[in-house]
């Protein structure tokens, strides 16, 4: 298996959610990373909308490196058939090794794990620790709500509108992740037509 031209970190549930696009879209993703010369990144799991990505990833011929605690291995049943299983110690150990392999980030529907990735590495870039692209996957709404209240965050000054220009947000995975590559300055390879 050749190099992957980029490798992006996808944060999302350990849940499949109530809707069948969530479902849809995690293998989308998934099999998009795998059809433009990609890697995925993530936390290792098997389970909901993680597994779905890392599934979709391996079946298109992609790399899946998957990064899990140890804590965490039955309770997320660690996926064990990624191209890379980390079994780390702890949660940070878990978000460093995934950022540090990452070129850019995309936050598909989740729970409180992957808000709290989310905005660690939000504010990573804000401070200056990495300049890699992040992307917000916004479907069917889901995180309208969350954009609402921070925008109003922004309105009452305890952030600027260059804090909201650092991540990028889209309700369509297929314009989003090309916007993220493109935005890492790194190659996207056409594998195939059909994604």
């Known amino acids: 298996m050749s190099e992957p031209n980029f490798s992006i970190c996808v944060f999302c549930g350990s849940q499949p959610g109530n809707q069948k696009e969530f479902t849809e879209s995690a293998k989308q993703v998934g099999q998009w990373i795998a059809h433009h010369g990609g890697q995925l990144v993530y936390g290792g799991g098997r389970n909901g909308l993680m597994g779905t990505v890392a599934d979709a990833t391996l079946a298109a011929g992609g790399r899946v490196v998957g990064v899990i605690p140890r804590a965490l291995v039955e309770k997320e049943w660690a996926h064990t058939g990624c191209t890379e299983l980390h079994v780390v110690e702890t949660m940070h150990d878990r978000?460093?090794?995934?950022?540090?392999?990452?070129?850019?980030?995309?936050?598909?529907?989740?729970?409180?794990?992957t808000f709290e990735e989310f905005y660690e590495v939000w504010t990573w870039r804000q401070l200056g620790y990495h300049n890699k692209p992040i992307g917000l996957l916004n479907l069917n709404g889901y995180y309208s709500p969350m954009l609402e209240f921070l925008n109003g965050v922004v309105a009452q000054q305890f952030m600027g509108p260059w804090q909201m220009d650092l991540i990028q947000a889209d309700t369509d995975a297929l314009k989003l992740l090309p916007s993220l590559v493109q935005s890492a300055g790194l190659p996207i390879q056409f594998k195939s037509e059909s994604i």
């Open 95 to 113: 978000k460093r090794l995934m950022a540090e392999r990452a070129d850019a980030f995309l936050a598909l529907p989740g729970g409180i794990g």
